[in-house]
């Protein structure tokens, strides 16, 4: 095992060395004569020194586990930590660039990185991904979108994988857990605030709308923020299932309760799917493992506190006050119209999957190029204004063709039945909890995953696969009581 490298040599004392205070006084000389004809720049250089004066003692390893936290939740939180008139500078995109700066430092330093037991497969997998979309930018219509799309890829794929290198251990996870709690309880009280008052973020779609009746929170638009919401939702209802901490157990219901209400109050009917399929594989789970019948008692309360919620819900009489647009959403007979008809969303979306499978057959099966699916579109004869596909599986086999919808599906059913296998086999409590909400999590999100527009970019799916990667590496390293250390 390699002794940790610090950024920097210590003084005697402990404190910075006399070459660090000089390069630091230097630096902020620079960083004071760039803000007099830059502000943000020099601000932004300003910052940065600050960061490397508190944590120049700090080793590499221990700022990219900081670093993998703190991109974590401001991924989530996205656009809205934007530099003032500057819209796609915002903090996440900083703090990867930085992390991809201190991983090259760190590999020119002649450290390698050796993926944990469970790890090499998903890096493997990424890899491919990310060069197979990287090479279809030879054949793509627009070699700007290919490019754009691939280095999303590149980004997203990264922090996936650098969750479970960071929460390594019981207590790095637990901080992990902690941090995505906190952005949750954010989420939610700035999505009640929109509600009760109408103001929203400015990176909100539904910002100038008169009468908009949903939240989206920090995501844009509301079928974004409810599948956030269904992808969190596994990781509240398992905790009254699994835990035998009063409060854990609490929190889980209060949190579940608040999630599912949100669900409604977006209108996504296909996150309330998503909801239906995570309930029903949380009864079928428990049931079949005679390990966990007690815990199935505690499941079947957890989805009959959900069930009173949604059902009457539905009806615009339930426990969640829902406005009538609301209820309309939800109202898959409005769906069924809408594509017989050929008007509305069903219409758009129906026409949207099959435009899709053409150009995924016309391709050859190589697909059209990343990120090109809305370029091709937008060219088609009669395009009248929606050119995203709307569904994440489709886009991955128009764009990248079948390879990269396989190399896909390969991830995900890794990531499926390790999550399956230590939910059902492992002893640890922790363990256990994290492998049947990360797999309750997949099973929903095969629904959720066309509620967003594109999830190229959407940071709570590619943190969920870490966190499913995290539970199998974390697997592999308990010790011979099945515990992680």
């Known amino acids: 095992m390699s002794a940790p490298i610090p950024l920097r040599g210590s003084g005697a004392s402990g404190g910075p060395g006399i070459r660090a205070v000089v390069l630091a006084l230097v630096a902020a000389l620079a960083a004071g004569a760039l803000a007099a004809f830059a502000p943000i720049p020099g601000l932004a250089l300003a910052v940065v020194l600050v960061a490397i004066v508190l944590l120049g003692g700090t080793t590499l390893p221990t700022l990219g586990r900081g ?12 656009p809205n930590l934007a530099l003032p008139g500057a819209q796609e500078a915002f903090a996440f995109r900083f703090v990867a660039g930085l992390i991809i700066i201190g991983m090259a430092v760190w590999l020119l330093m002649g450290r390698g990185v050796p993926a944990p037991a469970g790890l090499g497969w998903p890096m493997a997998i990424a890899a491919g991904w990310v060069a ?8 793509a219509t627009s070699t700007t979108e290919a490019l754009r799309w691939t ?9 996936m994988l650098a969750i479970p290198l960071a929460a390594s251990s019981r207590r790095r996870l637990a901080w992990f857990l902690g941090a995505l709690g906190i952005t949750f309880i954010a989420s939610v009280l700035v999505a009640v605030a929109e509600i009760l008052t109408g103001v929203r ?9 008169v009468g908009a009746f949903a939240a989206t929170s920090f995501f844009g638009n509301q079928n974004n923020f409810a599948t956030y919401l269904a992808l969190t939702l596994p990781y509240l209802l398992v905790l009254p299932v699994i835990a035998r901490d009063v409060r854990l157990r609490a929190l889980g219901i209060a949190g579940g309760v608040v999630a599912i209400g949100l669900i409604l109050f977006s209108g996504s009917k296909a996150n309330l799917i998503a909801t239906g399929i995570i309930l029903l594989g949380m009864l079928v789970v428990l049931a079949v493992d005679p390990a966990m019948r007690r815990a199935f008692v505690a499941g079947v309360v957890v989805v009959g506190v959900a069930l009173v919620l949604i059902i009457p819900s539905l009806f615009g009489a ?27 969303s069903g219409a758009v979306r129906s026409s949207l999957l099959g435009t899709g499978l053409d150009l995924a057959a016309s391709s050859g099966g190589v697909g059209v190029g990343a990120g090109n699916a809305e370029v091709v579109v937008r060219e088609k004869q009669g395009y009248e204004g929606v050119a995203n596909l709307h569904n994440w599986t489709l886009e991955v086999l128009v764009d990248t063709g079948v390879i990269g919808l396989l190399l896909f599906a390969s991830l995900y059913i890794y990531m499926f039945v390790g999550n399956l296998r230590v939910a059902r086999r492992t002893h640890d409590p922790w363990l256990r909890y994290m492998g049947l909400a990360g797999l309750l999590a997949l099973l929903g999100f095969i629904a959720g995953s066309v509620g967003p527009s594109t999830a190229i970019h959407f940071a709570p799916m590619w943190i969920t696969f870490g966190l499913c990667l995290t539970t199998i590496v974390l697997a592999r390293r308990a010790g011979p009581d099945g515990r992680i250390p």
């Open 318 to 344: 339930g426990i969640v006050p829902l406005p009538e647009q609301a209820v309309a959403k939800l109202d898959f007979g409005t769906l069924q119209a809408q594509v017989q008809s050929g008007s509305g």
């Open 201 to 209: 973020l400015p990176t909100s779609a539904l910002a100038e709308r």
């Open 151 to 159: 280095i999303f890829l590149f980004l997203m794929t990264g922090l």
């Open 132 to 139: 197979w979309a990287l090479a279809s930018t030879l054949w």
């Open 67 to 78: 670093g993998a936290l703190v991109a974590m939740v401001t991924a989530i939180i996205g």
